[in-house]
């Protein structure tokens, strides 16, 4: 009988991915269970850990592009304010990869 997931498919996870999984087991039991039944779980939350990372770079470049002080200029005379910035940047694209793809029920 297979695992549902081997370690080396978790390793393979990022925190996306092992999020969606935790969210899944306590608040879509039954998305959980098919996705077990029918073998596609580690391939479900890989998609999910490959999507939310490329959707954050994406997002955290949107952010950065809008910025038209955040440029190289900044980062040489302001370090700690252009890091500043990115990490702001960071956690916007990260609180909405976490709200669309991870903590939702959709598919």
Same mark, same amino acid.
């Not at 809008?66 to 252009?82: C, M, R, T, Y």
């Given at each position: #009988?297979?695992?549902?997931?081997?370690?080396?498919?978790?390793?393979?996870?990022?925190?996306?991915?092992?999020?969606?999984?935790?969210?899944?087991?306590?608040?879509?039991?039954?998305?959980? &269970?098919?996705?077990?039944?029918?073998?596609?779980?580690?391939?479900?939350?890989?998609?999910?850990?490959?999507?939310?990372?490329?959707? *954050?770079?994406?997002?955290?470049?949107?952010?950065?592009?809008?910025?038209?002080?955040?440029?190289?200029?900044?980062?040489?005379?302001? &370090?700690?304010?252009?890091? &500043?910035? #990115?990490?702001?940047?960071?956690?916007?694209?990260?609180?909405?990869?976490?709200?669309? *793809?991870?903590?939702?029920?959709?598919?």
């Amino acid at each position: #009988m297979r695992k549902i997931i081997t370690k080396d498919e978790i390793k393979n996870l990022n925190k996306y991915g092992l999020l969606k999984l935790d969210y899944l087991k306590k608040n879509n039991k039954v998305l959980y &269970q098919r996705l077990i039944i029918e073998d596609k779980l580690y391939t479900f939350l890989f998609s999910v850990s490959k999507e939310a990372e490329e959707k *954050l770079k994406l997002l955290i470049n949107e952010l950065a592009e809008k910025d038209k002080d955040l440029n190289e200029n900044l980062k040489e005379e302001n &370090q700690l304010l252009w890091v &500043q910035k #990115m990490n702001n940047y960071k956690n916007i694209a990260e609180e909405i990869v976490l709200k669309e *793809l991870i903590f939702n029920e959709k598919v």
